[in-house]
Nanobody, 129 residues
Framework: QEQLVESGGGLVQAGGSLKLSCAAS????????MGWFRQAPGKEREFLAT????????YYADSVKGRFTISRDNAKNTLYLQMNDLKPEDTAVYYC??????????????????????WGQGTQVTVSS
């Protein structure tokens, strides 16, 4: 069974950068896409970015477009999230997730938490002002 382990979170000052990693192990089936989400205290889990595993096409939420970059290393089965110009409102637990199969013909970007099949445990990111 696939396991996802996030790392790279921590405490950073506003304007700083962090790079999150999500290592996938135990994969026994194909992967259509992976995504990053976050959840701040008292708020719902929020979509940030997704990447189609084959081809690398990406899609971002407006709230992070231009500041965050999602990428992957196929050989290492690792997903990344480069976060720049961090703001206090970016403080949250960050999660990676896997979408195994697409129900659409052609590229499709899944943004709902209900679309994803497997989740990591999360990594805390705290941005101080």
């Amino acid at each position: 069974q696939e396991q996802l382990v996030e790392s790279g979170g921590g405490l950073v000052q506003a304007g700083g950068s962090l790079k999150l990693s999500c290592a996938a192990s135990g994969r026994s089936s194909s992967t259509y896409a992976m995504g990053w989400f976050r959840q701040a205290p008292g708020k719902e889990r929020e979509f940030l970015a997704t990447i189609i595993w084959i081809g690398g096409s990406t899609y971002y939420a407006d709230s992070v477009k231009g500041r965050f970059t999602i990428s992957r290393d196929n050989a290492k089965n690792t997903l990344y999230l480069q976060m720049n110009d961090l703001k206090p409102e970016d403080t949250a637990v960050y999660y990676c997730a896997t979408k195994r199969h697409s129900m659409h013909v052609g590229p499709y970007y899944y943004t709902s938490i209900n679309d994803y099949d497997n989740w990591g445990q999360g990594t805390q990111v705290t941005v101080s002002s």
